[in-house]
Every structure is written in structure tokens, then in C-alpha cells.
């Protein structure tokens, strides 16, 4: 029977540029506006105003943990001027999270940072590390309670995605590349923009976290972690040293940042190949997901082994999902991801929770098309309507996995 720890958290993740809407003083509001071939976010989902009636979603279902982003942008519009309104609003959504029995994971940077952070230079700016440091300082105010904190989402995603913001700002880069990739007819223009990543650009992130990790735990009692994009990379016959190579700077110095955290927060979509030249694109395949991504439920159980095995660190499934139009298959999906956690969990890996991407079709950094939404949400009314993948979920949840048998 596959089974899970009576206190796991069963929930879904959200961020907050992607679903909130009018993030005016974002700097992903303003490259929407200035970066050709983008998709605007605009109104989004108006979760902003509409987040309690997301949470009464999960919580009914039977799932006991959202994890959601404050938005640095909303609380520090200029340079050391907080505002208290903001503060208040997101202090809200933790105690309606609490109210409604849903543990609140809450994530300080998920991609989208303040305009004015960007134009210093952003990630890059000697200055990046204070001022994150001085906006975490203060977020702190509201995080009273808060048992679990993503510092930084996905660091290496965000590395790589500024190295494109400095090659835009160069004049080397003609379109902005979205960290989801666009689908089939795209794959091959981005695979050859993709940046390869380098130490430099993951030196900010690695000081940002460990800059704040030790303040958030004082303030808060929290446990204090970062999510990693875990590839499930694997090696090709004979390049088993350049999967080393390569999987060190795409993740493992960021796992390896992680030592000295409460938990690493592993987030994982589809497995990849390494060959003597590096990654393998996704070939063409008519499983492939909307963003023509591999169908490789299996790669949740490799990353979590994975990341266990290089961190020694509690492992948080902060995201896993699917990019897909059919429920079905995002079920489907689903089923066999949690067979390999589960599965990870039998053989002693100590896994806290399963946080599905995403609660809502959201905006997808640039573009609206992928879909990896429990529930579907009409732009132009705001109406949700749960897919049936959400209750399949909560029914999973509630009965700690046994459903899956």
C-alpha cells in the first residue's frame, strides 16, 4: 500500500506576479511592456483581491498547505520606503491561510523583484545582497507563525534568467526567452539562446540566502530553505563525468548552498539527458507537455533522491506539476510522481510534503498558454472552476496516499 506520514503537507504553489495581477512596480511588469513577443500579465487573476477564495478552494478539497510569495515589489516600491499596507495585506492572507487550517509556506522571491532593483543592476548590483537582506528584515514583521520559508525560488533559474536580462541589456539578446519554455515550434531557438551557467552567477543567490536564513529563523522560528530546480539529469552512455560537470552548475552548487538550511525545497517537472556536448534538448514526442517538456513523471522520485543525497537536508516538494489541457493526464501524471515519492519515502528519504504547481492556470512569465492549474480561472470574470484533478488530489491527501494503490 503506498502510504504517507500522517503530518505530511498536501497542497499547491502559487507565485505571486503570476497570479495576483498589476504588479505596476515589478520589473517583470516593465520588461512586459518593453520586451517583444511577450504576453502581458496585467489584471492576471486578480488573486490579489480574490486570495481567500483560492485558499477555500484548497482547503475544501482536503489539501492542508498553500504555498504562496509576498511581492518585494508591493512592499518596497522605492528604495527604503515599506509600505505598511502591504505588509498588512500579506499578513492577512497568512492568518486566512491559518484560519482555514492550511499550513502557509510562504516564499520571499519567487523571479519578480522591484523595478528599481533591476535598474541598479539587479541580481548582479553589488548592492543586491544588502538590499535583499534590508526587504527580508523587514517582511520578517509579518511572518509571525509562519512555519515554513522559500528564501529564494528557484535560484537557478534566476541566475540564468538574469545572465539573458544582461545579454538583452547588451544588445545580444533580439526576444526575451521565458524560463517556461515557449513549446515544440520554440525549442530549438531557445535551446541555442540558453545562457550556460556559470559560479558568477550564482554567487549573489547563495549570499542573499545565507544573508537572511539565520534572521528569518530568529524572527520567525521558522524552517528556513530554497527551492532548486532539480533537472533529473541523467548521463548518456559514456559521459557519466560530464553529467557531473554539468549538474554541478546547473544545481548542485546551490544544493550544496543548502547545508546549514532546515530543508531543501525540490522542485521538479521532467527528466533530461547530458551527452559529451552537455543537455539534451527534449526530443520531439507526442507525450511531450505544452512546453515540450519530456512526460517523465518518474524524474520527481530521481530528483528528491537526488537532492537528499547531496544535501542531507529534509526534502519539501515545493513544485511538480504538468503543462497540459487534459485533466486526465495531469492525474495520471500526478499518480506516478507520488509512486516514486513514495517510493523515495520507503527506502528512508525524509520527505515533509507535496506542493503541486500550480493551484491556477497562471501566467506563465511571458506567456499564458501552459496550463498546469488544479482549477481553471476565466480571465476576463475572475471565475474558478476546480478540474477534477484537484478533488482526485485531495482524495489522495486525505487518505495519507492510500488511494493511489
Given at each position: 500500500?503506498?502510504?504517507?506520514?500522517?503530518?505530511?503537507?498536501?497542497?499547491?504553489?502559487?507565485?505571486?506576479?503570476?497570479?495576483?495581477?498589476?504588479?505596476?512596480?515589478?520589473?517583470?511588469?516593465?520588461?512586459?511592456?518593453?520586451?517583444?513577443?511577450?504576453?502581458?500579465?496585467?489584471?492576471?487573476?486578480?488573486?490579489?483581491?480574490?486570495?481567500r477564495?483560492?485558499?477555500?478552494?484548497?482547503?475544501?478539497?482536503?489539501?492542508?498547505?498553500?504555498?504562496?510569495?509576498?511581492?518585494?515589489?508591493?512592499?518596497?516600491?522605492?528604495?527604503g520606503?515599506?509600505?505598511?499596507?502591504?505588509?498588512?495585506?500579506?499578513?492577512?492572507?497568512?492568518?486566512?491561510?491559518?484560519?482555514?487550517?492550511?499550513?502557509?509556506?510562504?516564499?520571499?522571491?519567487?523571479?519578480?523583484?522591484?523595478?528599481?532593483?533591476?535598474?541598479?543592476?539587479?541580481?548582479?548590483?553589488?548592492?543586491?545582497?544588502?538590499?535583499?537582506?534590508?526587504?527580508?528584515d523587514?517582511?520578517?514583521?509579518?511572518?509571525?507563525?509562519?512555519?515554513?520559508?522559500?528564501?529564494?525560488?528557484e535560484?537557478?533559474?534566476?541566475?540564468?534568467?538574469?545572465?539573458?536580462?544582461?545579454?538583452?541589456?547588451?544588445?545580444?539578446?533580439?526576444?526575451?526567452?521565458?524560463?517556461?519554455?515557449?513549446?515544440?515550434?520554440?525549442?530549438?531557438?531557445i535551446?541555442?539562446?540558453?545562457?550556460?551557467?556559470?559560479?558568477?552567477?550564482?554567487?549573489?543567490?547563495?549570499?542573499a540566502?545565507?544573508?537572511?536564513?539565520d534572521?528569518?529563523?530568529?524572527?520567525?522560528?521558522?524552517?528556513?530553505?530554497?527551492?532548486?530546480?532539480n533537472?533529473?539529469?541523467?548521463?548518456?552512455?559514456?559521459?557519466?563525468?560530464?553529467?557531473?560537470?554539468?549538474?554541478?552548475?546547473?544545481?548542485?552548487?546551490?544544493?550544496?548552498?543548502?547545508?546549514g538550511?532546515?530543508?531543501?525545497?525540490?522542485?521538479?517537472?521532467?527528466?533530461?539527458?547530458?551527452?559529451?556536448?552537455?543537455?539534451?534538448?527534449?526530443?520531439?514526442?507526442?507525450?511531450?507537455?505544452?512546453?515540450?517538456?519530456?512526460?517523465?513523471?518518474?524524474?520527481?522520485?530521481?530528483?528528491?533522491?537526488?537532492?537528499?543525497?547531496?544535501?542531507?537536508?529534509?526534502?519539501?516538494?515545493?513544485?511538480?506539476?504538468?503543462?497540459?489541457?487534459?485533466?486526465?493526464?495531469?492525474?495520471?501524471?500526478?499518480?506516478d510522481?507520488?509512486?516514486?515519492?513514495?517510493?523515495?519515502?520507503?527506502?528512508?528519504?525524509?520527505?515533509?510534503?507535496?506542493?503541486?504547481?500550480?493551484?491556477?492556470?497562471?501566467?506563465?512569465?511571458?506567456?499564458?498558454?501552459?496550463?498546469?492549474?488544479?482549477?481553471?480561472?476565466?480571465?476576463?470574470?475572475?471565475?474558478?472552476?476546480?478540474?477534477?484533478?484537484?478533488?482526485?488530489?485531495?482524495?489522495?491527501?486525505?487518505?495519507?496516499?492510500?488511494?493511489?494503490?
Amino acid at each position: 500500500m503506498t502510504t504517507f506520514p500522517t503530518s505530511f503537507l498536501w497542497g499547491a504553489s502559487t507565485a505571486p506576479h503570476q497570479i495576483e495581477g498589476n504588479n505596476i512596480n515589478s520589473d517583470w511588469w516593465a520588461r512586459e511592456s518593453a520586451m517583444p513577443g511577450m504576453e502581458p500579465s496585467g489584471d492576471a487573476l486578480d488573486s490579489y483581491h480574490r486570495f481567500r477564495e483560492d485558499m477555500q478552494l484548497i482547503a475544501d478539497a482536503g489539501l492542508n498547505a498553500y504555498r504562496f510569495g509576498i511581492e518585494w515589489a508591493r512592499i518596497e516600491p522605492v528604495p527604503g520606503r515599506f509600505s505598511n499596507a502591504e505588509l498588512a495585506h500579506y499578513r492577512r492572507m497568512i492568518d486566512t491561510a491559518v484560519e482555514l487550517g492550511l499550513a502557509p509556506v510562504v516564499t520571499l522571491s519567487h523571479f519578480s523583484t522591484p523595478r528599481w532593483f533591476a535598474e541598479e543592476g539587479g541580481w548582479g548590483a553589488p548592492t543586491a545582497v544588502a538590499r535583499f537582506a534590508a526587504f527580508v528584515d523587514r517582511a520578517t514583521s509579518v511572518l509571525d507563525g509562519v512555519e515554513w520559508v522559500v528564501t529564494i525560488n528557484e535560484p537557478n533559474m534566476a541566475a540564468m534568467m538574469t545572465m539573458l536580462q544582461q545579454a538583452a541589456r547588451a544588445g545580444q539578446l533580439s526576444q526575451w526567452q521565458s524560463p517556461t519554455i515557449d513549446g515544440t515550434a520554440e525549442r530549438e531557438r531557445i535551446a541555442a539562446n540558453l545562457p550556460v551557467p556559470d559560479l558568477a552567477s550564482a554567487r549573489p543567490f547563495i549570499e542573499a540566502h545565507h544573508a537572511v536564513r539565520d534572521l528569518v529563523r530568529k524572527r520567525t522560528g521558522a524552517r528556513v530553505g530554497w527551492s532548486v530546480a532539480n533537472g533529473a539529469l541523467t548521463a548518456t552512455p559514456g559521459n557519466e563525468d560530464k553529467l557531473v560537470e554539468v549538474r554541478h552548475l546547473w544545481e548542485d552548487v546551490y544544493l550544496d548552498a543548502s547545508r546549514g538550511d532546515d530543508f531543501i525545497g525540490v522542485q521538479s517537472y521532467t527528466s533530461q539527458q547530458v551527452d559529451e556536448n552537455g543537455l539534451v534538448p527534449h526530443p520531439e514526442h507526442p507525450d511531450n507537455t505544452q512546453t515540450g517538456a519530456a512526460y517523465r513523471p518518474d524524474a520527481l522520485g530521481i530528483a528528491v533522491r537526488h537532492a537528499a543525497d547531496v544535501t542531507r537536508l529534509p526534502v519539501l516538494v515545493t513544485e511538480n506539476g504538468i503543462a497540459t489541457a487534459d485533466d486526465t493526464r495531469r492525474i495520471a501524471y500526478t499518480a506516478d510522481a507520488l509512486r516514486g515519492l513514495a517510493g523515495a519515502i520507503a527506502d528512508g528519504v525524509d520527505v515533509r510534503g507535496y506542493l503541486h504547481w500550480s493551484l491556477l492556470d497562471n501566467y506563465e512569465w511571458g506567456h499564458w498558454r501552459p496550463t498546469f492549474g488544479l482549477v481553471a480561472a476565466d480571465r476576463e470574470t475572475f471565475v474558478r472552476t476546480p478540474k477534477p484533478s484537484l478533488a482526485w488530489l485531495g482524495r489522495v491527501a486525505v487518505s495519507a496516499g492510500a488511494d493511489l494503490a
